[in-house]
């Protein structure tokens, strides 16, 4: 059974750093596209960050030069480095995992991030 688990959202001050995590389990890790997705409120959901099977990145254009994305193929891991934060990046923040041109996508939790002072 596929099981995304995110970890590392929390509160933290303006232009400060988090560094979300996402354990990937029950899925062929190294085939799968995996992304980081957020949400607030009364909004789609959007992407901020997609790291390839092959290792091609791409970032929302609110988050470019602020954030990194990398994965671990042997730990079947995703990682979401997030410098410089703001307000406008609080949200609930959720891992992704899709299999490019097929059905096969699958939706960690969410963990919550919160930019105040």
């Known amino acids: 059974q596929a099981q995304l688990v995110e970890s590392g959202g929390g509160l933290v001050q303006p232009g400060g750093s988090l560094r979300l995590s996402c354990s990937a389990s029950g899925i062929v890790f190294s085939v799968y596209t995996m992304a980081w997705y957020r949400q607030v409120p009364g909004k789609q959901r959007e992407l901020v960050a997609a790291v390839s099977a092959f290792g091609s990145t791409n970032y929302a254009d609110s988050v470019k030069g602020r954030f990194t994305i990398s994965r671990d193929n042997a730990a079947n891991m995703v990682a979401l480095q997030m410098n410089s934060l703001k307000p406008e990046d609080t949200a609930l923040y959720y891992c992704?995992?899709?299999?490019?041109?097929?059905?096969?996508?699958?939706w960690g939790q969410g963990t919550q991030v919160t930019v105040s002072s």
């Open positions: 992704n995992a899709k299999v490019v041109r097929s059905a096969l996508e699958f």
